[in-house]
Nanobody, 122 residues
Framework: QGQLVESGGGSVQAGGSLRLSCAASGYAYGYCMGWFRQIPGQEREGVAAIDSFGDTNYAHSVKGRFTISRDHNKNTLYLQMNSLKPEDTAMYYC?????????????????WGQGTQVTVSS
């Protein structure tokens, strides 16, 4: 068993920054983890993924603006989001244990958090 708990979401103006955290417990702190986001009525979109060695994979829409990282000592996953745009507004989810490491496909992940809302105003 395990649990993922996201935090750090909020409201920010365009061009601002936010740092999301995902505290993992038990088996949820996986070798491979990722961040996803979802707008109501749309599919959950992969944002970034990372493996245990720090190798990463990013969606084209966030490359150069977002940075995924992890702290093995704290069992915590992070997403640093800079130069935020209104189109980044979404619920952000942490996920772990995909069938394919560094995947950005939601159906391949086994553990999910409850999400944290990010709202970017213009």
């Amino acid at each position: 068993q395990g649990q993922l708990v996201e935090s750090g979401g909020g409201s920010v103006q365009a061009g601002g920054s936010l740092r999301l955290s995902c505290a993992a417990s038990g088996y949820a702190y996986g070798y491979c983890m990722g961040w996803f986001r979802q707008i109501p009525g749309q599919e959950r979109e992969g944002v970034a993924a990372i493996d245990s060695f720090g190798d990463t994979n990013y969606a084209h829409s966030v490359k150069g603006r977002f940075t995924i990282s992890r702290d093995h000592n704290k069992n915590t996953l992070y997403l640093q989001m800079n130069s935020l745009k209104p189109e980044d507004t979404a619920m952000y989810y942490c996920a772990s244990e995909p069938s394919v490491c560094r995947s950005l496909v939601q159906y391949e992940y086994n553990y999910w958090g409850q999400g944290t809302q990010v709202t970017v105003s213009s």
